[in-house]
């Protein structure tokens, strides 16, 4: 049976996604903060012999037991899940708030799949959470776009790293999904265009899929985020740029 560490699980596409592998038989170890969402998180999947583990990506001492964790019992999955983000012009907002984006979003993930791919065999698979701002950019977010856009880059080298050894590395790329993220990061789903929106059962459908078939490094998730990233690519950059600029909820305050 294959077990899978999952971080950022206690709700959002990391607990729909954990669902999703339960359901095919998967045994979940779910990371978040909150213990209490957590235990509920757990109850909620199918199956039987899934554990929590109460962890704050950003105190270093919290990271190093989830490491500890990666090494002493042995995953066959890890998705690095949890992200921050802040919604905002950047001079706007304060520094410190934005470094500890960064520190979580890129440091505690580089973190975590060092460990994870240090214990790695064959038939094993890191997945990174990235964004569709990977491939794009998002003024009023504009650490939290660049940000990915590193973890995009990070994914995709790892992939031809570890290939011949059969270790699969993901780059799974989302766009904007109906989850509480948004809320979190200062703004709401409802500030996007109901067009660019995906829900998160078809976000982690998509991203179980590409877990299962072990093709690609980079997968963008949504034909409409496909499109029109396709479309941009008619564009001059000033055009893509401005566009992302106005469909900003950090560009309205």
Known sequence: MKKVLITGASGGIG???????????YHLTLVARNEDKLNKAAKSLSGTGHTVFAADLTSE??????????KTEKYDVLINNAGAGLYGKFIEMPLADQLATMHL???ALVTLSYGFLQNASAGDSLV??????AHSSLP?????????SFVANFSESLWYEFKRKDVFVLGFNPGAANSDFHAHAGGQTSDFPKFVVSSVEDVASELVKALEKRQKPRVVQGWKNRFMLFGFRLLNRKSAVNIMGKISPGMHS
């Open 15 to 25: 607990l729909e996604t954990a669902k999703q592998l339960a359901a095919l038989g």
């Open 61 to 70: 001492e919290d990271l190093q037991k989830v490491v500890n964790d990666l």
């Open 105 to 107: 979003n890129m440091d």
């Open 128 to 133: 990174n959470i990235g964004s569709l701002l």
């Open 140 to 148: 009023g977010a504009s650490v939290y776009a660049a940000a990915k």
